[in-house]
């Protein structure tokens, strides 16, 4: 089974293939401390009209979302 390191992940956009949005890229990751196990990835939300007005809220995609993660992508399926 291949394995890809944090760093990694990072540098992969995220496409939701069921509406074709590009989301951006990883933020940040939650893992299970437990068992050591990816448990969602975090997509910064946006800022809103030149910072002026605040910031989007982050996205949280977890595992079950997650249809592949490739080379240079992350294809996701969620509403």
Known sequence: MASCG???IRNKEIINVKTGVRLGYPADVEVD??????V??????G???M???????DIE???ENIKTIGDD???????
């Open 47 to 49: 800022y809103k009209v």
């Open 51 to 57: 910072g002026l007005f605040g910031k989007e809220n």
């Open 61 to 63: 995609i977890k595992w």
């Open 6 to 8: 944090i760093n990694e």
């Open 33 to 38: 401390l437990e068992t050591g196990r990816l």
């Open 40 to 45: 969602s990835i975090i997509v910064s939300g």
């Open 73 to 79: 992508l992350i294809m996701i399926e969620m509403d």
